[in-house]
């Protein structure tokens, strides 16, 4: 008797996804819980497993389709699949080792696998340094990132008048999460009224104080600190006073919402996501920064769920890492704001009348204007940066 393969529930609020690879053919043999196929939602790529043995026996969405909750994908018919075993093991094995591509496709993670396909990539042609000689992301990113050589070959005479450039262009169909992330932000734009805010925190205690105790916090608590758990602290303390900014619009009412969940945003190779850390309030600094570092490694590996990339009551984002000194982000709607860090540079600045240099950050804060007064605003993102510029004040609470 067939199993039908089914689209699982895919999350709050998500009730399609698209097609992104079949990873078994029809006729081969399957086991229960081998990956059968990839589905790529506006957030994330997730696999569907077999829910029993047998082979796979017909494919009825083809890659690329889009496929609601609860569709069928295909099925699972009795049988061992050796039926393909044997007429393979007929074939000449000149033959089979002709055929047989020389790939370490088989062994490759579903987000190796995806940025290898996003690229057009031959996984054959890419040495790799995992075990067994397996690929992982940082061979992938090396082998995209390596100057492009060619043979030395005559070019051919070009028309001296204008010509089409469609042979120099490359037209690549944007994947659900690119998508999803363009109509999310034009929603912002179109239906929010975005101010943005800015202030400077200047660095200097932070950076001492994580300088005296870096070596003894990660032998304590087995990570790093960073500067993202001291935002995050600032950040609930500032919620706290200003409920405003951690509620968001429901039709003609506001929400005001008396926990700390802190989307954190994270570049990954298929677009910008916001996992979420849960009851940001209720951690410590080594339980925060360990959360950000898990999430921010699997978010990259796209193993994040859906409920890790829903629910955020505040995002922070720290455009800093990639060299930028000012920008006004967009919120993460329905949220009503969005804190931006940015690069720390060394600038002059007047301190008790004397020029002095100093680890200087722009902060920016971008909020709805319907929801959040500019006072309020401004008087967070202060808060914020008397938080920072006196980190004691984050361990008394005051």
Known sequence: MAVEIVVPALGESVKEATVAKWLKKVGEAVAVDDPLVELETDKVTLEVNASAAGVLKEIRVQTGSNVAVGAVLGSIGEGSGKATAAAKAETPKAVQAAAKPVS????????????VDDNKMNAGQISGSGKDGRLTKGDVLEALNAPKTAPAV????????????ADREERVKRTRLRQRIAERLQ????????????????????????????????????????????????????????????????GQDIVYKNYYDIGVAVSTPTGLIVPVVREADQKGFAAIEKEIGDLGLRARDGKLTIEELTGGTFTITNGGIFGSLMSTPIINPPQSAILGMHKIQ???????????????MYLAMSYDHRIIDGKEAVSFLVRIKDAIEDPQRLLLDV
């Open 187 to 250: 929603a912002a734009q179109n239906t929010a009224a975005l101010l943005t805010t800015f202030n400077e925190v200047d660095m200097s205690h932070v950076m001492a104080l994580r300088a005296q105790y870096k070596d003894s916090f990660e032998k304590k608590h087995g990570v790093k600190l960073g500067f993202m758990s001291f935002f995050v602290k600032a950040a609930i303390q500032a919620l706290k006073d200003f409920p405003s900014v951690n509620a968001e619009i429901d």
């Open 104 to 115: 370490n496709d088989s062994f490759l993670s579903p987000a190796v696998r995806k940025l």
């Open 154 to 165: 005559k070019a051919p005479a070009q028309p001296s008048g204008p010509r089409s450039k």
């Open 346 to 360: 060394e600038r002059p600045i007047a301190l008790n009348g004397q020029v002095v240099i100093r680890p200087m």
